[in-house]
């Protein structure tokens, strides 16, 4: 090149025309997202279980009937669940709550249970993805007194004498417990029980004070009301800042490695990215349209049941060890989050009868159960109804779960009837459960299944629109 050209060179790049195509160039980049709709879609998924089980923490430390409570310790549910407790989808009317969600990012948590008796009771541990990673109770460790020492994977130490140790994958931990009662009276018995559960940090165990005592919700539980719903209308930056945080907090599993690498695609690290606008625009854009595609469809498969294929929704499949299945995951943690091991419980839901129609409480639905149809467990099991949006509807019966734990009405032959509607069907001798007014789902429960259900030789009866005769 010659001398002489070279200052022209220079002088063309620095001229307006050539700044302009540059400027160009720099506008296309910022407009094509490094991540497709359908990756948006899968990261959607992915970040989901932190950010709606941060939402339920938070709610359940606010709710106004109950003094504030903070990490590291038991809340106790007194009563069997009632249609004003909105704090989880599909709670249960078989027994206690006893719920404690644990922050390990300040040192171990002792958790002691006492002597269970006779009691049946299940206490599964739920890292922050919703994994069980250890399930305590009369199935697994039995009815004797147990005293645990809990800390993350970053801990090394001595354990305390007597106490055995408990890994957890994440900071958090939500301890997700349950103990039997069979009626509101016997909830009495059951709730000395609970007063029996020690959850606290080893240092203040020890006498130090609570290090979580100033803790400050992000959400409050006037905002949010219902977890769910919420979580599926909630706006892309809130939602991706909840999550950013959370998993700043609570490491991936290792297993996790190719869906982080999409979010490094789309600019997103767990130790850098902090804030929803850190992001290119051209990814916002694309993130907030998969998180519209996400939130739409699960909130037609929750309120209208447009992913049953079949009358009921069974599930036998593991539970609690969702490994790469984001989008299953994400699923369960709409339609039940927190549910338990397979093998400690199972659940039959379904907002269709037989037919695939909605149920509808204005109607009269049967189940029948064969006189070896029964649903085997070394436990107990229940049905109940619950609205669309998966809560307790108050009726006058003040009666919300009618199973094997109750005084039911048995056929000559062994057979079992049950009948679902919003009014009391005129049919003597009826096993009734009320159900709401209108849309409505129900559920089957049953504790500490039998491996004949584990295995699939087992069916849930179908919900029949019964129309006064057989």
Request: aromatic content about 12%.
């Amino acid at each position: 090149m010659s001398a002489s050209l070279f200052p022209a060179l220079a002088l063309g790049l620095l001229s307006p025309c050539a700044s302009a195509t540059a400027a160009d160039v720099v506008a296309a980049e910022d407009s094509q997202s490094a991540i497709s709709e359908a990756e948006a879609q899968q990261i959607f998924d992915y970040a989901y279980p932190l950010v709606i089980m941060k939402i339920s923490q938070d709610l359940m430390f606010t709710v106004p009937i109950r003094e504030r409570s903070v990490p590291n310790h038991f809340i106790h549910f007194k009563r069997l669940a009632m249609p004003q407790n909105k704090a989880v989808v599909l709670g249960n009317r078989n027994t206690l709550y006893s719920v404690g969600w644990i922050d390990l990012s300040k040192g171990p948590v002792v958790f002691e249970i006492p002597d269970m008796g006779e009691r049946y009771y299940v206490l599964p541990l739920l890292d922050a993805w919703t994994n069980t990673f250890k399930s305590f109770g009369s199935r697994t460790t039995g009815q004797r007194a147990q005293k645990y020492f809990i800390v993350n994977s970053d801990w090394n130490g001595k354990v305390p004498a007597g106490y055995e140790k408990v890994v957890s994958p994440t900071n958090m931990v939500w301890i997700t417990g349950r103990v039997q009662a069979d009626s509101p009276q016997d909830a009495a018995a059951a709730g000395q029980l609970q007063d029996a559960f020690k959850l606290m940090t080893y240092a203040q165990n020890q006498g130090a004070s609570d290090p979580f005592a100033n803790y400050k919700p992000e959400y409050m539980a006037m905002q949010v009301r219902k977890p769910v719903p919420y979580s599926l209308k909630m706006t892309a930056e809130n939602f991706y800042n909840s999550f950013f945080g959370m998993w700043l907090a609570n490491a991936s599993p290792e297993e996790d490695a190719p869906l982080i690498r999409t979010l490094a695609k789309a600019g997103i690290h767990r130790t850098k990215t902090h804030r929803f606008t850190d992001l290119s625009p051209a990814v916002q854009e694309t993130l907030r349209n998969g998180l519209k595609a996400k939130q739409v469809k699960y909130l037609k498969d929750f309120y209208d049941g447009t992913s049953q294929t079949e009358p009921w929704i069974f599930n036998r499949q593991r539970m609690g060890a969702w490994g790469t299945d984001f989008e299953r995951r994400t699923y369960w943690a709409i339609w039940g989050l927190g549910a338990n091991l397979v093998e400690d419980a199972v659940y039959g839901v379904s907002q269709l009868d037989d037919t695939l129609t909605p149920l509808d409480g204005s109607n009269v639905y049967k189940m029948h159960f064969g006189t070896h149809d029964l649903p085997p467990t070394s436990a107990f099991w229940s049905v109940t109804n619950y609205d669309e949006e998966g809560y307790l509807e108050a009726n006058a019966e003040n009666r919300y779960s009618l199973g094997s734990n109750h005084e039911l009405k048995y056929n000559p032959d062994g057979s079992l009837d049950f009948y679902l509607s919003n009014s009391k069907p005129d049919i003597a001798n009826v096993n009734w459960v009320p159900a709401p007014k209108g849309n409505f789902k129900t559920l089957l429960r049953i504790y500490w299944p039998d491996e004949k259900i584990l295995r699939g030789e087992w069916a849930l009866p179908p919900l029949k629109l019964f129309k006064g005769s057989e």
